[in-house]
């Protein structure tokens, strides 16, 4: 499969760590930074300068841990939990991750894509055996897997209720971390209830609304800050990580902080 200049630069710039924060684990000898890797879609994904005001929920991510936790964002843009295992990206991760790793895991944008045979699984079925791949292929390496359900999009009815929009899929991934005793993100339920909390005119200051462009799935920099701080308050009810591994949970996040780089040509 051919890849976009900007995919090609995703997979590349994934590889190496885009933040650091928090304490890692005890080791013999000393302590030795862990590293945090998200498989995901555009949502979590790096954005560059092209694509700005356009971020991430990744992006924010690092300025929520400690230091001696570092963030590997390989999030990219329209992937599923299937296209993302079958052009080798959950390959790549396998191949760097080490014992006492995570491997942070949040699909279902895309593979809702019916129309498309090379992003679409079955709620049940596909979606339930390509997550497992993820489960398995962390375990197997001595890293932790964690299940993020899918963050809301934008979505309100006539009456200013938040809409759900994601069908059943955050329903077989809660499922699944069930069954395999997973630690599970439940992003999907905590997203749609600050989109609720925040009203429909408030929740276009979180996503990528300009002059041009109406997004209500895509990120600014506050809504990005604000996912990953619900991402990162998860982390730490779940004793993924444990207090002294988070920081700034309730403290101001200059806008500022957010940086988009220059695409690699």
């Known amino acids: 499969m051919s890849l976009s200049r900007r995919q090609v630069t995703s997979a590349a710039v994934a590889s190496v760590p885009l ?63 299937k296209s993302f295992a079958d052009e080798g990206r959950l390959d790549a991760i396998l191949s760097s991750i080490r014992p006492g790793d995570l491997l942070l895991v949040q699909f279902a944008h895309n593979d809702e ?15 339930q055996e390509y997550l497992r791949r993820y489960v398995e292929g962390a375990r197997a390496r001595g890293a932790r897997p964690v299940l993020a359900t ?63 462009e109406q997004d209500n799935t895509h990120f600014n920099p506050p809504g990005a800050i604000a996912v990953a701080r619900l991402v ?14 988070v920081r700034r949970l309730d403290a101001r996040i200059p806008q500022e902080w957010i940086t988009w780089p220059e695409a690699v040509a």
């Open 19 to 81: 933040a650091f924060a928090a304490t890692g684990t005890a080791r013999a000898g000393g302590r030795r930074h862990r590293t945090l890797y998200i498989a995901g879609d555009s949502t979590a994904a790096q954005k560059y300068a092209d694509a700005a005001p356009e971020t991430g929920w990744g992006m924010a991510l690092p300025f929520l841990l400690h230091r001696r936790l570092t963030v590997a964002n390989h999030a990219v843009n329209g992937r599923s939990s």
């Open 232 to 245: 990162a308050r998860e982390l730490l009810r779940t004793r993924v990580l444990a207090p002294h591994d």
């Open 113 to 127: 894509k019916s129309a498309d045979p090379t992003r679409y699984t079955e709620p049940w079925s596909t979606y």
């Open 150 to 212: 899918a963050v809301e999009r934008r979505r309100f009815d006539a009456d200013g209720r938040a809409v759900p929009s994601h069908g059943e899929y955050p329903a077989a991934m809660r499922a699944l971390a069930a069954e395999e005793r997973v630690a599970l993100l439940d992003v999907q339920a905590l997203s749609l209830a600050l989109w609720q909390e925040l009203g429909a005119e408030e929740t276009k200051k979180y996503f990528n609304w300009t002059a041009t």
